[in-house]
């Protein structure tokens, strides 16, 4: 008796299983659609309302998900709803209901998530607030909702009136097995009022000064695009990190055009940073300066290169899911008619590779055809049973577990697994003794299936 062994390990296979491995890795985000979309707040409401709008969010490309359009509900609140022109305003940009959730069984650990952010300001004044939240998140529960998040920055009041303030694009950043990004844009922006002020006019000169950054966070190393506004014509102007209150070692310099404006490139090596400020003259001046605005160093790692150092930086690349075998064929052993009984062998060795270095496990099943013998004579794939095992090569982080003893059958059984788990991977080698059971009585001569082997 010969069953055939037939590999079903196709290329749309393996992308579909790294796509879900991908998926898994970063807890991607799904986006929910529906709900209602709030008006407009009242123009002089001072206290700060809940808003919903359409949000557009665009997964990391390597989990394979499509952008998808939902409804984020969200909320803007300030320190001080009636500042004097001059006072620096600190805003918090809470994320009340993410347009999000964790699409998969698999559970994500705490403080994996990083949240950056913008506010449009609007009315006596025109800018956009850089936000940016610390890394700190409760666990999700698999097919879980994503928790709540807040992020803080601050802007300075130039002139009095009515200054509106609403919600803008964000991103969540994801430290879990890979460091990614996931951007969600308001789909038609300015998305509505959430706060409104009232600004006064305050006693002395105004600094006007304003500064705004390219992005809101970024790696250890990374430069940061900061362009600044009514600085004085012509002057040097310092762009530095903060770590709180402190200013940090990262500088670079730039000079204020003809308008007072300017371009600059900032690479923040100091993970403490929180924020990035500039400022004329030798050293930080409020009355001379801007900021500051709200920066996050993600990952880790990170700090300055001492003077005759080398920075050495490597990296990991994931690979993929694969399996091979140690032949195509298997002889069973005969039996004699009239007795028949247990025709007996052992499936060819097959070896699982995961290399994919994400949290999902795999999953090799076989199923097999009915045995076809001479004129027609069959029998039944429900007849072929296995017994199954599995073994991890030491230094595999997953653990293997065999398949259940029993009948094969066309429907399927599993042959060996591992779990999904915060850290997978390895080698493996799967083997099963094989028994066909032929009845006493069928027609003598050469009976053949095929067993095939999916991996997933």
Not at 164 to 186: A, F, K, R, W
Not at 261 to 268: I, R
Not at 429 to 449: C, I, K, M, Q, R
Request: one cysteine or more; hydrophobic letters at 40%; glycine letters at 14%.
């Amino acid at each position: 008796m010969s069953p055939a062994i037939r590999r079903s390990d196709s290329p749309g296979t393996r992308r579909r299983s790294r796509r879900w491995a991908a998926a898994l890795g970063v807890g991607a985000l799904v986006v929910t659609g529906g709900g209602l979309l709030a008006g407009p707040a009242q123009a002089m409401a001072a206290a700060s309302v809940a808003v919903d709008f359409p949000t557009h969010c665009i997964p990391p490309a390597i989990a394979g998900i499509p952008p998808i359009d939902g409804t984020t509900s969200a909320q803007i609140s300030v320190d001080n709803a009636a500042p004097k022109v001059g006072d620096t305003v600190k805003v918090t940009y809470t994320v009340v209901t993410p347009a999000a959730s964790n699409p998969v069984d698999l559970a994500l650990p705490a403080d994996i998530m990083t949240p950056t952010g913008k506010v449009t300001v609007a009315g006596a004044q025109s800018t956009d607030i850089t936000v940016a939240g610390p890394k700190k998140n409760d666990p999700v529960p698999g097919k879980g909702a994503f928790p709540s998040f807040a992020m803080t920055g601050t802007f300075k009041v130039t002139a009095p009136g009515e200054i509106t303030l609403s919600p803008g694009d964000y991103n969540i950043h994801t430290s879990y097995i890979m460091e990614l990004d996931t951007p969600c844009t308001v789909t038609d922006p300015p998305a509505p009022v959430s706060q409104t002020i009232i600004a006064t006019d305050g006693a002395g000169q105004v600094n006007e000064r304003a500064i705004q950054l390219g992005t809101a966070s970024g790696a250890a190393g990374d430069q940061v695009t900061v362009t600044g506004s009514k600085f004085t014509a012509g002057a040097a102007v310092t762009l530095a990190g903060r770590a709180g209150d402190a200013l940090t070692g990262d500088t670079a310099t730039a000079t204020a055009d003809g308008s007072g404006a300017f371009t600059g490139q900032l690479t923040v090596n100091d993970p403490a940073t929180t924020a990035i400020v500039a400022y004329e003259g030798a050293g930080w001046d409020a009355a001379k300066g801007a900021g500051p605005q709200a920066y996050t160093v993600t990952g880790g790692g990170g700090g300055e290169t001492p003077d005759g150092s080398q920075k050495l930086t490597s990296s990991v690349k994931a690979g993929t899911l694969s399996m091979s075998q140690a032949g195509d064929s298997v002889e069973l052993s005969a039996v004699d008619f009239g007795q028949g009984g247990a025709s007996t062998g052992a499936l060819r060795t097959v070896t699982v590779k995961d290399f994919r270095g994400g949290p999902a496990g795999w999953s090799l099943t076989g199923k097999v055809t009915d045995f076809k013998g001479p004129a027609g004579a069959t029998i039944g794939a429900s007849a072929l049973g296995w017994s199954p095992a599995c073994t991890a090569k030491a230094g595999s982080p997953s653990t293997c577990a065999a398949g259940s003893e029993g009948s094969v059958g066309s429907a399927g059984a599993t042959l060996a697994s591992t779990p999904n788990g915060a850290f997978t991977g390895g080698e493996f080698t799967v083997d099963a003794g094989l028994s066909l059971d032929v009845p006493a009585y069928s027609a003598t001569g050469t009976y053949s299936g095929v067993l095939t082997l999916t991996l997933t």
